[in-house]
Each structure stands twice: as C-alpha cells, then as structure tokens.
C-alpha cells in the first residue's frame, strides 16, 4: 500500500483555462475625411465615430434623438470636402465656425429614417416651457424622420434663446470640436441637449430633456 502510494503525484495538474481572445475594435470603413472624431463639450474625451454605437435607443426612438445621461449635440457635425450649399450650417448657433487654415467645412447630416419604430405620422414634445412642439412629416414622407425632430427642436431653441428670465438656469449651446483622421481639427458652436423621453402611451408623445446651467 505504501509503495501505491509513493507512486502518486504529489500535486495535481488541471488543465490550463482557455484564454480570451479579445476581438478587434470596430472600424470605420468610411473615407478618412468622413471620420469625424469629437471632444464632447470641452470635457476632453474624444469619440471616435466608430465607437458612438446606435443601438441604446429608448422606447423604440432612434438612438441620435433618445435620451441620454450626458450631454451632447442636438445633431452631431462632422468635417467634409463637399461645397457649402444653403443652410448647410443648419445644425450650427448662428453659423459660428472657428476655421483653422483648411479647405475643409463643417457638414451636418440629415438623416431621413424614421424617429421612432414604429414610424408615425405625428409627433407631441413637451418642451417643459408650458409648449408643445407638434411635428409633421415633409411633403412627400408618411412619417416623421430623425431631421424633422431635429430641426424643429433647433428651431424652438432659436426662438425661445433670448426670453428674459426663461432660460437662464439651461445651457442650449456649447463649441466643440471636431477633427478628421489627418488631424484636421475646426470647432464650431452648436444646439445641445439630453434626448428625448418617452411620456407613455403611443410614440407620438414626447417630452424634452435640456441642460442645467
């Protein structure tokens, strides 16, 4: 017996634990100049285009309009070589732009899918101002898209800016700063808020998140 028992190992070797691979990061398969990268708000944290996922969106909102804990751009900028056309600052405070020796511009994208799923032919937004902003499709769509929320709640910002006494304690606008994949970098002031949420019910009714000053 004493001699079985010299013959066992003295220790026991499991097998190693497999490792985990971690994958590649997502990569953005866009042309260098349409890869826009932010420093949000002046915090200093850039965000890469691929790494701004679209799939956080909030009671069947598209995710650009969803509410969101930090703040941001009511339509994100990005840099391009296309030529300036009318109102293509539209998503800027009063065409502020800070150039910085480049051929390059600010372009804001106008996504027309639909803002919410299922698609719908009005939207109700409670802008917390005792307001609502009613939202229509454009001649031509049957259904409201992911521009016209954004235009209109651009436009409202527009008009309620300078109301005494209103909207002292918010923060409707902020610069930020926008660069490429070379380095080219311009700031340009823009809307800001938190998102949108949901009011329960139907997806046609809204209510609208701003900043605190």
Do not use: C
């Not at 930090?70 to 800027?92: D, N, Q």
């Not at 918010?170 to 660069?179: C, D, H, I, Q």
């Not at 380095?183 to 609208?208: D, N, S």
């Amino acid at each position: 017996m004493q001699q079985r028992r010299s013959q066992l190992p003295r220790t026991v070797q499991h097998p190693a634990a497999p490792r985990l691979i971690p994958g590649p990061l997502p990569r953005d398969t866009a042309p260098i100049h349409q890869r826009p990268v932010i420093v949000a708000l002046g915090n200093g944290q850039v965000l890469p285009t691929a790494l701004l996922f679209q799939n956080d969106a909030v009671a069947g909102i598209d995710a650009r309009l969803a509410f969101h804990t930090r703040p941001r751009p009511v339509v994100r900028p990005a840099i391009t070589f296309m030529p300036e056309f009318p109102e293509y600052l539209w998503g800027a405070v009063d065409d502020h732009v800070s150039y910085r020796e480049s051929p390059m511009r600010i372009h804001f994208d106008e996504e027309p899918v639909p803002a919410t799923n299922p698609p719908v032919h009005m939207m109700r937004i409670d802008t917390g101002f005792g307001d609502w902003l009613i939202i229509e499709p454009r001649r031509g769509s049957h259904y409201v898209s992911v521009v016209d929320v954004q235009r209109t709640v651009i436009q409202w910002m527009k008009e309620i800016r300078f109301r005494a006494g209103e909207t002292d304690r918010l923060r409707l606008s902020s610069w930020v700063r926008v660069a490429d994949g070379e380095g080219t970098e311009l700031e340009v002031e823009v809307w800001v808020w938190m998102g949108l949420m949901h009011l329960g019910g139907t997806m046609e009714t809204w209510v609208l998140k701003l900043i605190e000053a």
